[in-house]
Nanobody, 121 residues
Framework: QVQLVESGGGLVQAGGSLRLSCAAS????????MGWFRQAPGKDREFVAA????????YYADSVKGRYTVSRDNAKNTVYLQMNSLKPEDTAVYYC??????????????WGQGTQVTVSS
C-alpha cells in the first residue's frame, strides 16, 4: 500500500505560481511512477502530468504544457508540480497519484486526498 499526502494548494491570482508537493510512503518511492490529475467543479477528472520511475520521462496534458513542470526527489520520497502562469481554468482539486508500472504515462494505482487550487481572475 502507498500513502500519498499532497500540500501546497491555495488561492493565487491569474498569472501567479504555486508549487504542489506530494509525500509518498509505504513503498520504495524510487520504483513508483508518479502523477498529477485534477478535477474542476462539474467536470471529469483529467490527467495533468506524470513522471516515470524507470527513466524519468515526463508527460503533460496539452493544456498545461509549457507552464507546469513535474519533478521528483527520490531522497525525500516527494514529487512536485510547479505551476506557472496560472489561469482561472486551472482551478481544481489536484490529486497526486502513484503506480508500480515503470512505463505508464498515466499513474493511477494509488491516489491522494487532493489539494485545492483556486486561481482568481
Amino acid at each position: 500500500q502507498v500513502q500519498l499526502v499532497e500540500s501546497g494548494g491555495g488561492l493565487v491570482q491569474a498569472g501567479g505560481s504555486l508549487r504542489l508537493s506530494c509525500a509518498a510512503s509505504g513503498r520504495t518511492f524510487s520504483r513508483l511512477s508518479m502523477g498529477w490529475f485534477r478535477q474542476a467543479p462539474g467536470k471529469d477528472r483529467e490527467f495533468v502530468a506524470a513522471i516515470r520511475w524507470d527513466d524519468g520521462s515526463t508527460y503533460y496534458a496539452d493544456s498545461v504544457k509549457g507552464r507546469y513542470t513535474v519533478s521528483r526527489d527520490n531522497a525525500k520520497n516527494t514529487v512536485y508540480l510547479q505551476m506557472n502562469s496560472l489561469k482561472p481554468e486551472d482551478t481544481a482539486v489536484y490529486y497526486c497519484t502513484a503506480d508500480r508500472n515503470p512505463v505508464t504515462a498515466r499513474p493511477n494505482d494509488y491516489w491522494g486526498q487532493g489539494t485545492q487550487v483556486t486561481v482568481s481572475s
